[in-house]
């Protein structure tokens, strides 16, 4: 826990003093810029074409 540490893509290191020097930019607007990015993006295939067939055959999904 001491030496592994994660931080979120978001988050912002930087000093107070740094932040404001980049002209302060605004952690709202850049999760919306990171949602659209995300959106834009082709969903990744987590299971192979054919299971997702199989799947769809026995069971009555819709999306």
Do not use: C, N
């Not at 932040?19 to 987590?46: C, F, N, S, V, Y």
Request: charged residues 35%.
């Amino acid at each position: 826990m001491q030496s592994d540490y994660f931080y979120p893509d978001l988050a912002d290191r930087r000093t107070p003093q740094d932040w404001a020097d980049q002209g302060a930019p605004d952690l709202l607007e850049q999760a919306r810029l990171k949602t659209r990015e995300l959106q834009a993006e082709t969903p990744p295939q987590h299971i192979p074409a054919e299971v997702d067939a199989d799947i769809r055959r026995r069971f009555p999904i819709r999306l």
